[in-house]
């Protein structure tokens, strides 16, 4: 008689169905396949803007492409916005929330680099690269939005839809200005999304350092310098000086800071004393107040390096970043989002390609791709702590709304960054799964914020009440201050007309690397 009960009950137990799943969970499915069968568009994306290789402010013919492909899907689009020629809005939805959705586009100098070969081989000897991974970050964004129209439009599901990109972010250049001229004014929440080597997110004080970067332009007056150097008053010498006084000033700075220099106009030649010369300082630190105290100080010790060499000099702010300061409920829904999509599944040629480069870039450990997933991280709660010393302007949207960075896993542990190497895996299969993971984690968090209109209420309590409580934004920029858009104008002249003859082509190759011909991956022959 026991026998039978327990079978009975274990019949009946098996007869209970399964929760059916509600309408949000039926759109994640979908929206998880709708990018999955969208990965050979994200792939051309990807390779497309690898092969521009465009620094920052002359973004021409990755601008256009983006915008010309957004348009065709149906995005209104707002060109050369906040005047900077590179720049636009791209919109579609309507209604509230608004989601703006953005990633840098920009790449680096000396950065040239054939996509899977793990050492160094540049497509065009010393022309700028995507060594940081800025190619990447559109690809991600556009192809998780176009998922999301889809099933947005067929419901009928209110909201707005805003992609915008990271105009000239090597220079700090560029988002500043997109908040100082409102751009962001009426936006709900942003996400934001940066090459990694992992999939992760985090919240409040990333632990950076903000900047301002300020070129300083001395101007004294030219002579012969063999024949009357007396006449002459250099201007390189001035800065030759503000760069000794700013370094005997380094010894009585805050640990937190870091400052840097280039003389970006040293004179013409050596027989005519300099009568103008250029020197540009990155200024950074962990506060608004201790930044523009830097900032104080290199135009105290400019001005007296014009005194010691009867010049004069002006100045001219290229560009700023606050410290990152991230939100913590959007944060908390996206990393539940990122758990569920995981990680992608590297293939044995993934591994090799990594372990080859980090073997050869003598990175500190030679472990290959990611395979665990990264926790969320921390906040730093002291403005004493540096946890990365760099700084990126989407610290400024995040101090104007409520904003997040996600990482996604598309480049490989141990690099040195702002580097060639950064761009050995960029236009290769680890990039690509790389932006459809990140895909998957945004479009299901912006499905989030679509269904649980407690998400973005909670995300602006965050940012009034614990956020903004004690610290308000102030800019670093002036309302005069105009955009550096003359930067890195003669570099690309000099390189595009033979970097163009390296643009990918979709229509011809599958893949970028099939077009330049390499086998993936290729590493060096073991000794």
Same mark, same amino acid.
Request: proline share 6%; aromatic share 10%.
């Given at each position: 008689?026991?026998?039978?009960?327990?079978?009975?009950?274990?019949?009946?137990?098996?007869?209970?169905?399964?929760?059916?799943?509600? $309408?949000?969970?039926?759109?994640?499915?979908?929206?998880?396949?709708?990018?999955?069968?969208?990965?050979?568009?994200?792939?051309?994306?990807?390779?497309?803007?690898?092969?521009?290789?465009?620094?920052?402010?002359?973004?021409?013919?990755?601008?256009?492409?983006?915008?010309?492909?957004?348009?065709?899907?149906?995005?209104?689009?707002?060109?050369?916005?906040?005047?900077?020629?590179?720049?636009?809005?791209? $919109?579609?939805?309507?209604?509230?929330?608004?989601?703006?959705?953005?990633? %840098?586009?920009?790449?680096?100098?000396?950065?040239?680099?054939?996509?899977?070969?793990?050492?160094?081989?540049?497509?065009?000897?010393?022309?700028?690269?995507?060594?940081?991974?800025?190619?990447?970050?559109?690809?991600?964004?556009?192809?998780?939005?176009?998922?999301?129209?889809?099933?947005?439009?067929?419901?009928?599901?209110?909201? @707005?839809?805003?992609?915008?990109?990271?105009?000239?972010?090597?220079?700090?250049?560029?988002?500043? =200005?997109?908040?100082? +001229?409102?751009?962001?004014? %009426?936006?709900?929440?942003?996400?934001?999304?940066?090459?990694?080597?992992?999939?992760?997110?985090?919240?409040?004080?990333?632990?950076?350092?903000?900047?301002?970067?300020?070129?300083?332009?001395?101007?004294?007056?030219?002579?012969?310098?063999?024949?009357?150097?007396?006449?002459?008053?250099?201007?390189?010498?001035?800065?030759?000086?503000?760069?000794?006084?700013?370094?005997?000033?380094?010894?009585?700075?805050?640990?937190?800071?870091? *400052?840097? #220099?280039?003389?970006?106009?040293? /004179?013409?030649?050596?027989?005519?004393?300099?009568?103008?010369?250029?020197?540009?300082?990155?200024?950074?630190?962990?506060?608004?107040?201790?930044?523009?105290?830097?900032? !104080? *100080?290199?135009?105290?010790?400019?001005?007296?390096?014009?005194?010691?060499? %009867?010049?004069?000099?002006?100045?001219?702010?290229?560009?700023?970043?606050?410290?990152?300061?991230?939100?913590?409920?959007?944060?908390?829904?996206?990393?539940?989002?990122?758990?569920?999509?995981?990680?992608?599944?590297?293939?044995?040629?993934?591994?090799?390609?990594?372990?080859?480069?980090?073997?050869?870039?003598?990175?500190?450990?030679? +472990?290959?791709?990611?395979?665990?997933?990264?926790?969320?991280?921390?906040?730093?709660?002291?403005?004493? =702590?540096?946890?990365?010393?760099?700084? %990126?302007?989407?610290?400024? =949207?995040?101090?104007?709304?409520?904003?997040?960075?996600?990482?996604?896993?598309?480049?490989?542990?141990?690099?040195?960054?702002?580097?060639?190497?950064?761009?050995? &895996?960029?236009?290769?299969?680890?990039?690509?799964?790389?932006? @459809?993971? /990140?895909?998957?984690?945004?479009?299901? &968090?912006?499905?989030?914020?679509?269904?649980?209109?407690?998400?973005?209420?909670?995300?602006?309590? #965050?940012?009034?009440? !614990?956020? @903004?409580?004690?610290?308000?934004?102030?800019?670093?920029?002036?309302?005069?201050?105009?955009?550096?858009?003359?930067?890195?104008?003669?570099?690309?002249?000099?390189?595009?007309? +033979?970097?163009? $003859?390296?643009?990918?082509?979709?229509?011809? #190759? $599958?893949?970028?690397?099939?077009?330049?011909? =390499?086998?993936?991956? @290729?590493?060096?022959?073991?000794?």
């Amino acid at each position: 008689m026991l026998i039978v009960s327990n079978l009975a009950f274990s019949q009946k137990k098996k007869a209970v169905a399964a929760p059916v799943p509600d $309408k949000l969970e039926l759109l994640k499915q979908e929206v998880i396949k709708k990018i999955d069968d969208r990965q050979k568009f994200t792939q051309e994306v990807n390779d497309q803007i690898f092969s521009f290789g465009e620094l920052g402010f002359q973004e021409y013919e990755t601008s256009k492409y983006l915008t010309n492909l957004l348009e065709k899907n149906g995005f209104t689009v707002e060109r050369g916005v906040a005047g900077m020629p590179t720049a636009w809005i791209a $919109k579609w939805g309507s209604g509230k929330p608004v989601i703006a959705i953005g990633s %840098d586009i920009d790449c680096i100098p000396k950065a040239s680099q054939k996509p899977g070969v793990a050492y160094k081989d540049p497509i065009v000897e010393g022309a700028p690269g995507h060594g940081e991974g800025h190619n990447s970050g559109q690809a991600l964004n556009i192809t998780a939005v176009l998922a999301l129209k889809e099933v947005m439009e067929r419901d009928k599901i209110p909201g @707005t839809l805003m992609l915008w990109p990271g105009v000239a972010e090597e220079q700090v250049g560029a988002k500043a =200005i997109f908040v100082r +001229e409102g751009y962001f004014k %009426d936006v709900d929440a942003c996400i934001f999304t940066h090459v990694g080597d992992n999939l992760g997110v985090s919240w409040g004080d990333a632990g950076n350092n903000g900047l301002v970067s300020v070129k300083f332009h001395f101007e004294g007056e030219a002579a012969h310098a063999a024949g009357a150097p007396w006449r002459g008053r250099s201007a390189l010498d001035a800065v030759e000086l503000m760069d000794i006084g700013w370094n005997f000033k380094r010894e009585h700075l805050e640990t937190t800071q870091r *400052s840097h #220099y280039v003389i970006s106009d040293g /004179g013409d030649q050596p027989n005519v004393v300099p009568s103008k010369a250029t020197v540009w300082y990155y200024f950074r630190d962990r506060t608004y107040p201790r930044i523009r105290k830097l900032f !104080e *100080s290199g135009l105290k010790i400019a001005e007296g390096a014009a005194m010691m060499t %009867d010049t004069k000099f002006t100045y001219e702010i290229l560009g700023s970043a606050w410290p990152g300061h991230f939100n913590k409920p959007i944060a908390d829904a996206m990393y539940q989002n990122i758990k569920r999509v995981g990680l992608p599944q590297w293939s044995e040629e993934d591994q090799m390609l990594a372990k080859a480069a980090q073997k050869e870039l003598k990175a500190p450990k030679v +472990e290959g791709l990611a395979m665990k997933l990264d926790t969320m991280s921390e906040p730093v709660y002291s403005p004493n =702590i540096v946890r990365q010393g760099g700084s %990126d302007d989407i610290a400024d =949207i995040s101090w104007s709304l409520p904003t997040v960075v996600l990482r996604y896993p598309s480049n490989m542990p141990g690099m040195p960054g702002h580097h060639w190497a950064n761009a050995i &895996t960029m236009a290769t299969p680890i990039a690509h799964k790389g932006c @459809t993971a /990140g895909a998957k984690a945004e479009a299901l &968090t912006i499905l989030d914020m679509l269904f649980k209109p407690e998400i973005i209420k909670n995300a602006w309590e #965050y940012y009034n009440k !614990e956020q @903004t409580k004690e610290i308000k934004y102030t800019p670093l920029i002036s309302k005069d201050d105009k955009p550096a858009i003359q930067l890195n104008k003669e570099i690309m002249e000099k390189f595009r007309p +033979e970097m163009s $003859k390296y643009y990918y082509d979709s229509t011809k #190759y $599958k893949t970028y690397l099939e077009q330049l011909g =390499i086998k993936y991956p @290729t590493v060096r022959a073991e000794k």
